[in-house]
């Protein structure tokens, strides 16, 4: 799995904190990816970015912000959380927008305290 | 709209028994369907995906998936399971947005496939 490298793999924070999470791809990639996995529940695309540009967001609350510095790098800033933003984030990527195999990192897993 | 649906929350099996892992679809237009698994404590790997040609596919780790379309079906089967293949398994088709300038994948809700020694 050192395609799609993800830090921290685990975060604790309470609910007036500020965090970020960061994905790394190593694979050449245009285009990534944040999910939202929780239990039971499908998988949520949360932002996609090509060539860093943002061109979906999913109707994903303020409290979320990526930020995409290149296009290796991808970040999801987090501040005044809520308990049920508990949940495991995952990066992916794609080779581009119309590729169909996504690469995926191991995820953080976030809790809100 | 697109979607998938895995009607198993768990499928247990014995070890050297089949294992068959469902999902049915729907979709307009031809499907394009996929199985990632994720093994505990990392992200989803990519294991076989069907666009079109022979309804069976072959993926990683001896996996394979049968398209049936008069079923809306594509289940994940393999001959003979082993104790490592127990992981999270998610079915996912592609949705295509934006004209066809982006591809979506939409997961179903994953099915845990438990081998038994």
């Known amino acids: 799995e050192t395609g799609v490298t993800q830090t921290p793999r685990h975060l604790v924070m309470g609910m007036t904190n500020k965090k970020s999470l960061k994905c790394e791809q190593h694979l050449g990639h245009n285009a990534m990816y944040w999910y939202k996995q929780s239990a039971k529940k499908p998988l949520e695309l949360m932002f996609v970015y090509s060539l860093e540009e943002r061109v979906e967001n999913n109707s994903v609350p303020s409290r979320f912000s990526p930020e995409c510095p290149n296009s290796s790098h991808l970040f999801l800033h987090l501040h005044t959380l809520q308990p049920e933003d508990s949940a495991l984030y995952l990066c992916?990527?794609?080779?581009?927008?119309?590729?169909?195999?996504?690469?995926f990192g191991p995820g953080t897993r976030l809790t809100v305290l | 709209a697109q979607s998938v649906a895995q009607p198993e929350d768990q499928v247990n099996v014995a070890e050297g028994n089949p294992l068959t892992v469902k999902c049915t679809y729907s979709?307009?237009?031809?499907?394009?369907l996929f199985w990632y698994v994720q093994y505990p404590n990392r992200g989803l790997q990519f294991l076989l995906k069907?666009?079109?040609?022979?309804?069976l596919v072959k993926g990683s780790y001896g996996f394979e998936a049968e398209f049936n379309k008069s079923q809306t079906s594509f289940h994940l089967k393999k001959p003979s399971a082993l104790v490592s293949d127990s992981a999270l398994y998610f079915c996912?088709?592609?949705?295509?947005?934006?004209?066809?300038?982006?591809?979506?994948?939409?997961f179903g809700t994953g099915t845990l496939l438990a081998v038994q020694p």
């Open positions: 979709v307009s237009g031809n499907p394009y």
């Open positions: 069907y666009i079109t040609g022979d309804n």
């Open positions: 996912a088709v592609r949705d295509i947005v934006w004209g066809g300038a982006t591809n979506k994948l939409i």
């Open positions: 992916a990527s794609s080779q581009d927008l119309v590729a169909d195999t996504q690469y």
